[in-house]
């Protein structure tokens, strides 16, 4: 074995995990991704997500939006709304001074355009199919034993990345413990058809039940994430088909016209986690493997992929300056930068979804009020799209 065969090993191939490892391909940095999965298996699930300006400016300057832009869908305008309140809270693209105020993209629209531009980097390289059995953490170096193949492998690196998901193995192994909960509710997540001529419009919706997000995506579909409690999301994803749609109408209030669903209805639980901490000598935990949001705003992947860029940056700078990018030194870096912007944005989630999951009058009255000020008070309505854009806190490099 030479000294090390990869300076940075990155665990878990999915979307955050990609977009690391692509925002280093300039970095001069030998870089593996492990993955328990094919590509091409990976890149199947049919998921959508929305995708911040902030994100989109990320990917744009690590050069794969072009991949990406042609086949996702973008809105300029948003909606908030307050069940059967009749007040409306609108957001349009005046009101931040860019062309869109975000953008819905298919799971496996950007993880494919990710690995293809992996592909073409000489400093990245696939390992997958790959199960990870252990990590051994030593003082200058860490050591992976994986199974590739069907054949027991060991690697040297001087960096793991843990962008392995929300149960992380690389992070329990490490004993970073995690704070949060686990919420009352389940999301029902499903595409649908509608006839209405336009669709750049993004909804928010707030039921007592949970937030209903409706995000636009092309050739008039529509992602909707219909939260609710987990006995009333579970009726409802086996509910009949025309029973379903009947009832999404009452609930879209006919704001889509006449609709069709053309997926499944896939059902997960929603939790809040933030990792203890993001980083050890050697280690580092990116997206979910350090942090989960509800995701009422669908703030969750831009979280990541903001880690992603923030992490690339501080590695890149590192080796640049001849440091050892395996250190606490170097890696504190990332974790003070991430860590509190990441908890600002978990805490904000929580607080709408618990403040608009209630129908008790006092609290009521109070969140009408917030909508009533975001819709008369300019400051207050930007500062609300920025943050709901990803444009405000520090800013990566690749965003700039």
Known sequence: ????????????????????????????????????????????????????????????????????????????????????????????????????????????????????????????????????NQVSYQNFSAVISLNINGQEQQLKTKLVIGADGAKSKIRQWANITTRGWKYWQSCLAFTIKHQLPQNNTAFERFWPSGPMGILPLPNNRCQIVWTNPHAEAKALQEMDRQGFLDKLSEYTR?????????????????????????????????????????????????????????????????????????????????????????LAILGFTDLLDRLFSNNWLPVVVVRRLGLWMMRHIPPLKRFSLQLMTGLLGKMPQLAQ
């Not at 908030?80 to 609108?90: M, R, W």
């Not at 992929?305 to 690339?312: G, N, S, T, V, Y």
Request: glycine residues 10%; hydrophobic residues 45%.
């Open 1 to 132: 074995m030479s000294e090390f065969d990869y300076d940075l090993v990155i665990v878990g191939g999915g979307i955050v995990g990609a977009t690391l490892a692509s925002a280093l391909k300039n970095s001069g940095l030998k870089i593996a991704i492990i993955e328990a999965q094919s590509l091409e298996k990976v890149a199947s699930r049919r998921q959508a997500y929305a995708l911040s300006i902030l994100s989109g400016r990320i990917l744009a300057l690590i050069g794969v939006w072009p991949q990406i832009a042609p086949f996702i869908g973008k809105f300029n305008n948003i909606r908030l709304s307050d069940a059967h309140h009749p007040s409306i809270v609108p957001f349009a693209t005046e009101d931040l001074g860019t062309d869109y105020l975000g953008y819905v993209g298919e799971h496996h629209i950007i993880l494919k355009a990710l690995q293809d531009f992996i592909g073409d980097c000489d400093n990245i390289s696939w390992l997958c199919p790959a199960e990870v």
């Open 254 to 342: 006919g704001v889509l016209g006449e609709i069709e669903l053309v997926s499944d209805r896939y059902l997960f639980p929603v939790q809040l986690m933030q990792s203890d901490r993001y980083v050890k000598s050697r280690l580092a935990l990116v997206g979910d493997a350090a942090h989960c949001c509800h995701p009422v705003g669908g703030q969750g992947l831009n979280l990541g992929i903001r880690d992603a860029a923030a992490l690339a940056q501080v590695l890149t700078e590192a080796h640049q300056q001849g440091k050892d990018i395996g250190t606490l030194e170097v890696l504190q870096k990332y974790e003070t930068w991430r860590k509190t912007e990441n």
